[in-house]
């Protein structure tokens, strides 16, 4: 019978290797699992034997020379990763050789290097999460926590399929938020593009054309001039650029502090009719995250922690953070995380339920599930106000725009009459 080398993990997380025999490969798979190992690699072994075939623990393996630098990977990408990985790994190739696969047909100049450098490393005995962790711009905390939580359990590939359910939905809301707001922003564009060709292009030569038969003109016309005028002032332009830079440095500089980016997001969270969207969004996420995390065995305070990292607005990750702090017994935290009076009631109460039924993925995916229902009503309502908004504001310019100039000419026409 053939001999197949092999490298795996203990239920401990331990990493051993060695050699064994069997009739064929999943024979060989199969032997591993009833001795209770997690494969990572089981491959013929062909030109060497070395050994008796029992797992040796491996020491001194060498990770790879750090991470690929400047790599740029978007989520669709990490998540399209992840879907083929979980179903390379389902039919039954070992992971060694569903890395070799995906980075043969990555058709990505950045993430390619990065998959070639994960199977050296676990071809060295390195975790798969290890490996993933070296790159934390591409492969976020809660990815590699997912991933580590899988290999300790045996689950990787239905934890890898979570991974690309979670990453589907957030590319859903993203998706659904952009094309809601293409259409007001075409809108708008065009609008302002309209505006711009007729100030720049075609007032002055009305003005010209007005101020050669020296008429008096309306006042909407003589306001609609002195605004073209201004506008094509260089030096009004250049205060104007200046008083948009000192903006944008003022924004930045407060973005730079902690008590900066704590007044701008709680501001965010007070707008009205985008606040209450954003709230949703941030809910849902939360929820999402957390069931994930807590319905794959990572434990409450990691997962939280983990949570509250993904949080983009400081004011709910600094709640999260606090709730952190207060739990003592590592398993409830609804009443932590009501004590700061930012999540709402119905998420704290769907949490309750689940601790007492000891169910808690279940309830927070609950919850997730209605505020994105919530989130997806809400933008609809903000794009149903908004659209006609920008549409009427358009229509507000360019009409003041022809009013002027109809006005004026009358005004000539009627003069040259009498």
Do not use: C
């Amino acid at each position: 019978m053939p001999d197949f080398s092999y490298s795996a993990r203990s239920k401990s997380g331990e990493a051993v290797s060695g050699l064994l025999t069997a009739p064929d490969r999943k024979a060989a798979l199969s032997q591993l699992v009833a001795q209770g190992y997690f494969p990572i690699a089981v491959d013929a072994a062909a030109q060497k034997r070395s050994g008796l075939g029992g797992p040796s623990k491996q020491k001194g393996a060498v990770p790879a020379a750090g991470a690929v630098k400047k790599a740029r990977v978007n989520s669709r990408q990490v998540m399209l990763f992840t879907q083929q990985l979980a179903n390379l790994l389902k039919s039954g190739m070992s992971l060694k050789q569903a890395l070799e696969s995906l980075t043969r047909q990555q058709k990505s100049k950045s993430l390619g290097p990065i998959l070639e450098q994960v199977g050296e490393e676990i071809m060295q005995g390195a975790n798969l999460s290890d490996a993933l962790a070296r790159n934390p711009k591409i492969f976020t905390r809660f990815y590699t926590n997912m991933i580590r939580s899988g290999e300790q359990s045996g689950t990787l590939p239905e934890v890898l399929k979570r991974l690309t359910e979670h990453y589907e939905r957030l590319a859903d809301i993203r998706e659904k938020v952009t094309s809601a707001l293409l259409y007001p922003a075409i809108v708008l564009v065009v609008g302002i593009g309209v505006v711009f060709v007729f100030m720049v292009f075609l007032l002055p030569k009305f003005t010209q054309m007005f101020q050669d038969l020296g008429t008096t003109l309306p006042l909407p016309t003589r306001m609609l001039i002195s605004v073209g005028n201004l506008a094509g002032n260089p030096w009004f332009l250049i205060g104007l650029a200046t008083v948009i830079t000192l903006i944008v440095f003022a924004y930045k500089r407060t973005m730079r502090t902690i008590e900066g980016r704590l007044m701008l997001d709680r501001w965010k969270l007070r707008i009205p009719l985008a606040g209450n969207t954003l709230k949703a969004a941030f809910f849902a996420q939360f929820s999402r995250t957390l069931a994930t995390l807590l319905g794959n065995g990572v434990p409450v305070l990691t997962a939280l922690k983990i949570a509250e990292d993904t949080m983009t607005n400081l004011v709910i990750a600094r709640e999260i953070a606090k709730a952190r702090e207060r739990v003592t017994d590592g398993t409830t935290i609804s009443a932590p995380l009501a004590a700061g009076q930012i999540f709402p009631p119905l998420l704290i109460d769907m949490l309750a339920i689940g601790e007492q039924t000891g169910d808690m993925p279940t309830a927070l995916n609950n919850v997730a599930a209605l505020y994105e229902q919530e989130l997806t009503q809400d933008v609809k309502r903000f794009t149903t106000l908004l659209e006609p908004a920008v549409i009427v504001m358009i229509a507000l310019v360019v009409g003041f725009i022809v009013f002027s100039v109809l006005s004026a000419v009358m005004s000539i026409t009627s003069g040259l009459n009498r």
